[in-house]
């Protein structure tokens, strides 16, 4: 069941290049509207909201918390939630689809066919190694970094957070699967 659909992002949503048999999935707040920038400027991916089954996967993957703190920006973007306190964001922890453990997207897939991609300052230049390895010949540095977000709001989120102890060990525990990916995975690149 893909309990955030209604929200706009589905389940299995991804971006695939048939010819390639490679599919990028879509994790939300992990750069992938950067990343779908440089694969539509390929002009051979194209996107389904269902999974495509490939001999290979693009995976971004991002830190749990830096992901949260970018999903809460977000989520306090929105006029009608501004109401909400950081005690009222941690004790739900995952409100939506940017929120939501980055395992919940990767449910099904063969993990020993993915290339993982640590979201962090590296993600341009990694991302570009990677697309000219598999014969995509694109200028990463003309696709914009989209959906940044309020970086005074993210700032505040991430220092109350670095702050607050049982708050970093609450969000810890709750990412726990999300860490134990991270740690099990061996990242493409620097």
């Not at 703190?69 to 995952?94: A, E, K, R, W």
């Not at 940044?148 to 699967?177: C, P, W």
Request: aromatic share 10%; with cysteine; charged share 20%.
């Amino acid at each position: 069941m893909d309990k955030w659909a209604h929200l706009g992002h589905t389940l299995g949503e991804c971006w695939n290049d048939q010819d390639k048999s490679i599919t990028f999935i879509h994790i939300p707040k992990n750069a992938s509207s950067f990343v779908k920038g440089c694969l539509i400027s390929s002009n051979r991916f194209t996107h389904s909201n269902n999974l495509i089954t490939a001999d290979k996967y693009l995976v971004t993957l991002r830190d749990p918390i830096e992901r949260w703190v970018s999903g809460i920006t977000q989520l306090m973007s929105v006029p009608n939630n501004q109401h909400l306190t950081l005690q009222d964001l941690v004790s739900t922890v995952t409100f939506d689809d940017h929120t939501e453990l980055q395992t919940y997207f990767l449910e099904g897939i063969d993990l020993d066919r993915c290339s993982f991609i640590r979201v962090d300052r590296n993600l341009r230049t990694n991302i570009k190694q990677w697309l000219d390895e598999n014969g995509y010949q694109i200028n990463v540095n003309d696709i914009s970094n989209l959906n940044e977000g309020n970086q005074l709001l993210k700032d505040r989120f991430a220092a109350m957070v670095d702050g607050n102890s049982q708050i970093k060990l609450k969000l810890v525990t709750h990412y726990e699967q999300d860490y134990a990916l991270i740690n099990r995975v061996k990242f493409y690149g620097n």
